[in-house]
């Protein structure tokens, strides 16, 4: 879509994002007032969220704070489990479905086995479930939980893409926010996610201008750092040799299902230049029609030399299609995600998030007194 085209639609939309835009004013207003009520919990609840749609960072988030807390405190996720089949809680184990939980909790519970994975859609319900059916629970993160008002969180951290400035942005449908950039007011901590490798001074400093924290607000600039790639099929493949691969120069299939992967074509194009994109919409549901498609293309990439690269989101749902070809498991990888800090704020950081945890445990003085 052109310029030209995407601007007046956005003119078409801009009435329908004024009314969008009252309701959940209107809505915020009733939670301000106490007309509409939070409820709170004696244990430390922190919230991971965006005001944006999509495309913040949020997964690399919530796993950076469960590497985090997890050696020290017994740790639960709870999010509502985005498109999965089922309605009610559920407590995830190693082998919950996406269909059951949704693919970022499957993510979360396969590399964290040791920590509590929930899913319901209604939070308070759910943290009253965790804190009934998990013996010594120490604290939970809510994942995308920022616009959910009925909880009040003890620590509210929210997340803003670099590259999408929520004070420029406008109201769904016609932009992407999901509420008025304002109500960044209700977060302890801000984290601008997805800055590029050097942050120029006067960049931090214009964010800071444009973002007007208040005095009880803390804001951290944080990057992506992309790992070594993992074989979808882990007993199908043996781990690439990075080296190697650079050296030939491959022809990649970049298959994702998020909502932007121009980083991660950047990252690839680390690899190889020569990357073949299919792209589907976010949380997308791979069917047989899918994989025979990604199998048609990947077989008319020319030479022999060629691998199908996905992002880790997408590989928790490729590799419940275990009838693919051997010759295409052995050729799938994954690029997890982590995170870092910039301007060696990541011991600031730390330290906030484990001195609110250890203050507010249920067995804490302090949390007593």
């Known amino acids: 879509m052109n310029k030209i085209s995407t601007y007046t639609w956005r003119i078409i939309l801009l009435p329908f994002s004024l009314v969008y835009g009252i309701v959940i004013a209107f809505r915020n207003i009733l939670f301000d007032a106490g007309i509409l009520s939070s409820t709170e919990f004696n244990l430390p609840v922190i919230s991971v969220g965006n005001i944006s749609t999509g495309g913040t960072g949020k997964t690399p988030h919530v796993e950076y704070l469960v590497e985090l807390l997890k050696d020290n405190y017994k740790v639960a996720t709870l999010s509502r489990g985005y498109k999965r089949k089922t309605r009610h809680f559920i407590l995830a184990g190693t082998d919950s479905t996406v269909k059951e939980i949704g693919d970022e909790p499957v993510q979360i519970k396969q590399k964290y086995p040791e920590v509590q994975v929930a899913v319901d859609r209604k ?46 942005d406008k109201l769904l449908p016609a932009g992407r926010l999901r509420e008025q950039a304002y109500e960044r007011r209700r977060a302890n901590i801000i984290l601008i996610t997805k800055c590029p490798e050097r942050l120029k001074p006067i960049e931090r400093r214009l964010i800071v201008k444009t973002l ?4 009880f607000q803390h804001l951290f600039f944080t990057k992506l750092r992309y790992k070594e790639p993992v074989p979808v ?8 040799n990075l080296k190697e691969i ?3 120069k491959p022809c990649i299939l970049m298959v994702t299902g998020i909502v932007s992967p121009r980083l991660y074509k ?10 073949t994109e299919m792209t589907f919409c976010d949380h997308h549901i791979y069917t047989d ?12 990439l020319q030479g022999t030399d060629k691998l199908i690269f996905t992002t880790e989101k997408d590989a928790m749902k490729l590799r419940s299609f275990t009838t693919l070809p051997e010759p295409i498991k052995k050729r799938m990888f994954y690029v997890p995600v982590g995170i870092e800090f910039l301007n060696e704020e990541t011991r600031n950081f730390n330290t906030q998030i484990q001195n609110y945890v250890r203050s507010n445990k249920r067995n804490s003085i302090l949390h007593k007194q």
């Not at 009253?128 to 013996?135: C, F, G, P, S, T």
């Not at 690839?268 to 990357?275: A, F, G, H, M, N």
Request: hydrophobic letters at 40%.
């Open 123 to 168: 939070r308070v319900h759910g943290i009253q479930q965790l804190m009934e059916k998990v013996r010594d629970l120490d604290v939970i993160l809510l994942d995308d939980a920022y616009q959910h008002r009925y909880v009040n969180p003890g620590l509210s951290i929210l997340l803003i893409d670099f590259n999408r400035p929520i004070t420029e």
């Open 212 to 215: 007007k924290l208040y005095p």
């Open 233 to 240: 099929f882990m007993e199908e493949n043996q781990p690439l």
């Open 246 to 248: 650079k050296a030939s």
């Open 266 to 275: 950047k990252h690839l194009r680390s690899i190889s230049t020569r990357i």
């Open 289 to 300: 029609k899918d994989i025979l498609r990604i199998i048609q293309v990947f077989e008319e």
